[in-house]
């Protein structure tokens, strides 16, 4: 796993990802994969990632307000 790792990083640092960025969306994967794992649900996923559930729910909610943030920038840039 650390070699996978290693090699993404790599890509990264090429694309001149900056850190706080590559950690935002490493975080935002992480959770988004774990709700899949536990058919969205929010205290299951929250115990399992080791957080409260309103700190999930939290990010879960600014995610999706970032996504439709980007859809309607998307739609008036088009």
Do not use: C, P
């Amino acid at each position: 796993m650390r070699a996978k790792l290693e090699a993404l990083i790599d890509q990264m640092l090429d694309g001149q990802i900056l850190l706080e960025e590559a950690v935002g969306e490493f975080e935002k994967l992480y959770i988004q994969k774990a709700l899949e794992r536990h058919e969205r649900h929010l205290s299951r996923t929250a115990n399992v990632l080791g957080i409260h559930r309103n700190t999930l729910s939290k990010r879960v909610a600014a995610y999706q307000k970032q996504e439709k943030l980007s859809a309607r920038a998307k739609r008036a840039a088009g």
